[in-house]
Nanobody
Framework: QLQASGGGLVQPGGSLRLSCAAS????????MAWFRQAPGKEREFVAA????????LYSDSVKGRFTISRENAKNTVVLQMNSLKPEDTAKYYC??????????????WGQGTLVTVSS
């Protein structure tokens, strides 16, 4: 099970910190990722982190603004989002990856948390 939290309404230029609590599997053995889905659009990749946390990967649209991290002792993966833009508005989903390369592909999903960036 993947429980995402931390979403909300924020003004452009603001920050939010999303958190995902994992349970029911050996979290430390899996690469993890965040995806998002905006209204009327397909779900897209945002960021990923390897099982040890040593390698991270970002979509071009969030590179330099978002940071993914994990704490295996707490079964948690975090997405720190800075300099938010209206186009970041979406429902954000935590995912356990089933494939890292050539393209991160999601395995299981959480229920998502809504992020709205608006003035």
């Amino acid at each position: 099970q993947l429980q995402a939290s931390g979403g909300g309404l924020v003004q452009p230029g603001g920050s939010l910190r999303l958190s995902c609590a994992a349970s029911g599997f050996t979290f430390s053995r899996y690469d993890m990722a965040w995806f998002r889905q905006a209204p009327g659009k397909e779900r897209e990749f945002v960021a990923a982190i390897t099982w040890r946390g040593g390698i991270t990967l970002y979509s071009d649209s969030v590179k330099g603004r978002f940071t993914i991290s994990r704490e295996n002792a707490k079964n948690t993966v975090v997405l720190q989002m800075n300099s938010l833009k209206p186009e970041d508005t979406a429902k954000y989903y935590c995912s356990r990856l089933r494939q890292w390369a050539p393209t991160p592909l999601p395995g299981s999903w959480g229920q998502g948390t809504l992020v709205t960036v608006s003035s």
